[in-house]
């Protein structure tokens, strides 16, 4: 079956302006995580959503960054203002359930580039 | 604050060798994810660890679980170019589900 999609694979932005990345869950899946991944580093975690609601948002590293799920499914990572600190692969994964012991499914990443 | 890490960071190593890459963890938790990472693509879920001396094998790969020591173990057995890749741990943190990540351990396997 389908796994985790991610859309757009690159995305290259000047300094200053805002973007939007999509992550397409594996279709029953109810929780759903947006990690940061720099080089040569571990996925850094930003945001999980347990349905609609974002159970945990203490990664998010400021309020530039948002998050959404407004139907369960399909998320959407919003970066306003973006610095060039902000260029990582951001990784989304998506689980059964929460709690952890369901395996996450990760998505091919979306590589976010500021110039 | 939950903090996980692994050693080695990087590893070179001879086909046919074993080898074991460690993770420590910082706070208390029941659970331990490995995942595989090859460049350029994302992450592959190898074993999911549930309880306190959990073991499971797959192909070349044991993983291992001591919750008291706060340890798991990734051992490597008669290796082959084919595991070649970057391994990273991943801790739940104890009560909000979080999932912290170690570095990662890049392995690479010369024939």
């Known amino acids: 079956g389908a796994g985790v999609s991610q859309t757009p694979s690159n995305k290259v932005t000047e300094k200053g302006k805002y973007v939007e990345l999509r992550c397409d869950p594996i279709?029953?899946?109810?929780?759903l995580y947006w990690y940061r991944q720099s080089l040569g580093q571990g996925p850094e975690f930003l945001i999980y959503?347990?349905?609609?609601?974002?159970?945990?948002d203490s990664g998010l590293p400021n309020d530039r960054f948002f998050a959404v799920r407004p139907e369960g499914s399909v998320s959407t990572l919003k970066i306003q203002r973006t610095e060039r600190g902000d260029s990582a692969v951001y990784l989304c994964?998506?689980?059964?359930?929460?709690?952890?012991?369901?395996?996450?499914?990760f998505g091919p990443g979306t590589r976010l580039t500021v110039l | 604050e939950l903090k996980v890490e692994q050693n080695p960071l990087f590893l070179s190593m001879q086909e046919g060798k074993n080898y074991t890459i460690y993770c420590n963890y910082s706070?208390?938790?029941?659970?331990l994810y490995w995942y595989r990472q090859d460049p350029g693509k994302s992450l592959e879920s190898l074993f999911v660890?549930?309880?306190?001396?959990a073991v499971k094998q797959e192909g070349r790969l044991m993983a291992s679980l001591d919750t008291k020591a706060r340890l798991s173990t990734l051992h490597i057995t008669a290796a082959v170019h084919d595991l070649s890749a970057t391994y990273f741990c991943?801790?739940?943190?104890?009560?909000?589900?979080?999932?912290?990540f170690g570095k990662g351990t890049r392995l690479h396997i010369l024939p």
């Open positions: 991943a801790v739940p943190s104890l009560g909000d589900d979080k999932i912290i």
């Open positions: 706070t208390t938790s029941d659970r």
């Open positions: 279709s029953g899946h109810t929780a």
């Open positions: 994964a998506s689980s059964l359930t929460a709690g952890g012991t369901d395996t996450q499914y």
């Open positions: 959503f347990q349905g609609t609601g974002a159970a945990d």
């Open positions: 660890l549930l309880s306190n001396g």
